[in-house]
T-cell receptor
C-alpha cells in the first residue's frame, strides 16, 4: 500500500456520461497530480493541485476538471465521455522538500 | 521545457544477463531524474532518483542509474536480471526542486527469458 488511495478501481460507463474519480493523498502530502495512461499516448500529465490551489495544467481536455478539497483529497471529473477517454487514471502525491511522487494504484475507466 | 526519450519500447534479456534501459532527457534547467517501475495492473513505484550530488544512484531491487550531463542520459542498469524484473519501466524528468510535475518517457517493457 503506497498510502495514496484511489477509488473506484474500475469504472464502466457509457458514452456521454459523467464520472468522478477520487484520490486521497498520502498523509502529509500537499500536492496531488493526475495522470492519464493509455496505450497510444503513454503517461500524460493532466493537472496538479497544491494545498487546494491549481498549480500546473497539462494536456487536460475542457471536458475534464479537477479540484482539491480542504482535507486535501482530490476529485477528477470527466464529462461527455467518449470512447477515447478509456484509460487508466492515476493520482500521485508529493510533499514539499521531497522529490518524486507516490502513485496510487489507479482507476481503470472503460467507456462503452 | 523538459522531455524524455526512452530508446527501445521493448527490451528482452535472459535471466542472469545485464539489464540496460536507455533514457535521454532534455531540460532547460538542471534536471531531477527518476526511474519508475510498473508491474501489471499496478501503479508506478519509484526505483531511484537523481537530484543533486553523486551521479551514480542506487535504487531498490539492485537497480542503479548514472546521470551523465554531457550525454544528457540517465540509463538504468542491473547486473543480473531476475524473472521478477519483468515489468514496464518509465524514465521521468522534473525541472523543479520538489513539487514540480514529472514528464515521463513512453516506457520500456522489459521481458526476462528463462
Amino acid at each position: 500500500d503506497s498510502g495514496v488511495t484511489q477509488t473506484p478501481k474500475h469504472l464502466i460507463t457509457a458514452t456521454g456520461q459523467r464520472v468522478t474519480l477520487r484520490c486521497s493523498p498520502r498523509s502529509g502530502d500537499l500536492s496531488v497530480y493526475w495522470y492519464q495512461q493509455s496505450l497510444d499516448q503513454g503517461l500524460q500529465f493532466l493537472i496538479q493541485y497544491y494545498n487546494g490551489e491549481e498549480r500546473a495544467k497539462g494536456n487536460i481536455l475542457e471536458r475534464f476538471s479537477a479540484q482539491q478539497f480542504p482535507d486535501l483529497h482530490s476529485e477528477l471529473n470527466l464529462s461527455s465521455l467518449e470512447l477515447g477517454d478509456s484509460a487508466l487514471y492515476f493520482c500521485a502525491s508529493s510533499r514539499t522538500g521531497s522529490y518524486g511522487y507516490t502513485f496510487g494504484s489507479g482507476t481503470r475507466l472503460t467507456v462503452v | 521545457a523538459q522531455s524524455v526519450t526512452q530508446l527501445g519500447s521493448h527490451v528482452s534479456v535472459s535471466e542472469g544477463a545485464l539489464v540496460l534501459l536507455r533514457c535521454n532527457y532534455s531540460s532547460s534547467v538542471p534536471p531531477y531524474l527518476f526511474w519508475y517501475v510498473q508491474y501489471p495492473n499496478q501503479g508506478l513505484q519509484l526505483l531511484l532518483k537523481y537530484t543533486t550530488g553523486a551521479t551514480l544512484v542506487k535504487g531498490i531491487n539492485g537497480f542503479e542509474a548514472e546521470f551523465k550531463k554531457s550525454e544528457t542520459s540517465f540509463h538504468l542498469t542491473k547486473p543480473s536480471a531476475h524473472m521478477s524484473d519483468a515489468a514496464e519501466y518509465f524514465c521521468a524528468v522534473s525541472g523543479s526542486s520538489n513539487t514540480g510535475k514529472l514528464i515521463f518517457g513512453q516506457g520500456t517493457t522489459l521481458q526476462v527469458k528463462p
